[in-house]
């Protein structure tokens, strides 16, 4: 079937193709957002009608997810880690409910925090949720773990969680494909019961997915997904979950420490698999991307055995990725000589692009709120919380999609005046729409700036559902039309938008200025 | 056969294009690759790296280890100072001379070269130039490219039918104007 050069979204994208998927639905987040994109290129998938246009939030993509399981059809649901918050409520049910069609689930987790606000640990949501979990440990098993997912959702009537990492999800290797699958035909639930979660029903669902459990742990001793390799030397064993796995294998090399070596890549991990191999070595050492998820499961409460060495006793950070080098470490393995970075060498954050509309709408904002002083503005998830950085110092939070309009109406409820929000327009229509009617519901009086430039800008310009929407949707929601001020965020403009925020920073109620110019990187694109 | 490089640079200035190039000539050659790249926010100006592994046996990790890259390949030469401690003892730092000076406080250019000076294989390649002279400096990262091959024993041949491959789409004049900056580069690394 051939081999190609794959990012490990890439090679996720192509194994749910090749599984006979017929939809996939997402809302972009680094690093989750290469595996629609694939989708949405790909030829073959539009010569098959597979569903790849993206969702509002992450939230209504795991429900039409779900919605087309429930039709009989494969569906996958691509986020990054938090996204699976907003997802959460309709995540956690779809392990109650069970699927018809099979539904593989993707969270790429960051750790590192290379472009989020926090390094959760995905795998803890599939064990909330009760649902098999698969961390692949290269492009390879992305490509087949995705495979694998849709028969055993589909085998046991479950969504499967696939966790990822940054690092596999943006690093390219050969991937070899198998053999392409059809997609399945359209077919109700057996039981048109079984997605009904009404209490008598659920307790039923509940016991259900209870009894399930321990043959999930069965699955996860026969897949040889979690195999034991050899070693000689048994002083020290090592269990290694997903990507850790290279590490462990790049610094042992040949010449390296030969150490027995569990190989974790499905959840639920056996406690027998478990208890067996820690038997067999005088210590361990637990390697994994992320929280200590197996650590912690190991090391329980009454149990502080000091043989077990990991992220919670300092042999490893207890933050931040792995690396061979910390690996190398951990074993006691020797260092090379180490060159230091020259003390002249400057961090290089990244900012705002040179004719960015942000730029223009801070420099406005900055000026028409500085006679309120500093703290004022609440901010939210996009290129635009660039605005936090110097030279524009002109935001004072960042939270999670969407709470910039919440958190401003909560201050202005307490009495902080003026009290602003400043979002973007994707994130908008993400999670800022819902928080926008509390606030008309209750007359609030908050200032909520739009900084609408037509795009899903930070993970590289997906098409926003705000686009051409803005005014009817806050009009809908009944803002008072003549508080919704669209301005044109130009240097030229300055004076007027800096009069306009004026204005509305004074008001007694919900103001909406939606500053709307098109990302100067989209438009650099269409003219290209 | 096993290389580690690292790419450096400043989002926009094409690392990921030398990646593909040189990833693609590795793969038609058999040889097992990796390639660890950086999206997202940091692509907004900031300082951008792929570690990129190629190697006849198959490789674990997709990034790096410290103190064992056999060569940091920099578009920007602050930037190729960023990655020392990958660097191998005898590895080489190849850098273009052109600054891109977006901070407030970056290095003044004595000290910086000094610096470089001081890793005891360092070239260092008039990029910028060369690609103006060709026609346009948007090709410094395929002179840059072109500088690299012979210290990793990659081919032109296959870089050039990499470079095909990923400018053919766009026409002739660029796949040329891409393929002179690659043996423009290779020379004017022949002869530093």
Known sequence: MGKLVLLGDEAIAQGALDAGLSGVYAYPGTPSTEITEYIQRSRAARERGVHSDWSANEKTAMEAGLGMSYAGKRAMVCMKHVGLNVAADAFVNAGMTGVNGGLVVVSADDPSMHSSQNEQDSRYYGKFAMVPVLEPASQQEAYDLTRYGFELSERFSLPVLLRITTRLAHSRSVVERGEEKAQNELKLPGDLKQFILLPSLARKRYKSLLRTQEHLIAEGEQSGLNREEDGADRRLGIIACGLAYNYYREVAGGSGPGYPVLKISHYPVSPGLLRLFVKKVDQVLVLEEGAPFVEESLRGILDEDPAIQGRMDGTLPRDGELSPGLVRVALGMEQPPERTIPEIVKNRPPALCKGCSHIDTYNALNEAIEPSGPGRVFSDIGCYTLGALPPYNAINSCVDMGASVTMAKGAADAGLRPSVAVIGDSTFTHSGMTGLLDAVVEKSAVTVIISDNSTTGMTGGQPSHATDRLVAICQGIGVEPEHIRVINPLRKHHDENVRIMKQELEYEGVSVIIAQRECIQTLKKVKS | ?192
């Open chain 2, 1 to 192: 056969m096993k290389k580690d490089v690292i790419l450096a640079g400043v989002g926009g200035q094409g690392i990921l294009t030398i990646a593909a190039a040189i990833g693609l000539a590795a793969v038609e050659s058999g040889l097992h690759l990796k390639q660890a790249e950086v999206h997202g926010m940091s692509q907004r100006g900031g300082a951008v790296q792929s570690h990129l592994r190629i190697s006849d046996l198959p490789i674990s990790s997709d990034l790096i280890p410290e103190g064992s890259c056999d060569m940091i390949l920099s578009v920007e030469p602050m930037e190729s100072l960023r990655y020392l401690p990958f660097l191998s003892a005898d590895g080489w730092l190849v850098t273009s001379s052109k600054t891109f000076e977006n901070i407030p406080g970056y290095p003044d250019k004595k000290s910086l070269f000094s610096e470089i000076r001081k890793v005891e294989n360092h070239q260092v390649i008039e990029a910028y130039d060369i690609a103006r002279e060709l026609g346009s400096q948007k090709v410094s990262n395929i002179v840059m490219l072109g500088a690299a091959a012979g210290k990793l024993g990659i081919g032109l041949e296959q870089l050039e039918e990499a470079l095909r491959l990923l400018f053919g789409r766009k026409g002739e004049e660029v796949v040329q104007l891409n393929i002179a900056a690659l043996l423009a580069g290779d020379k004017a690394s022949r002869e530093g």
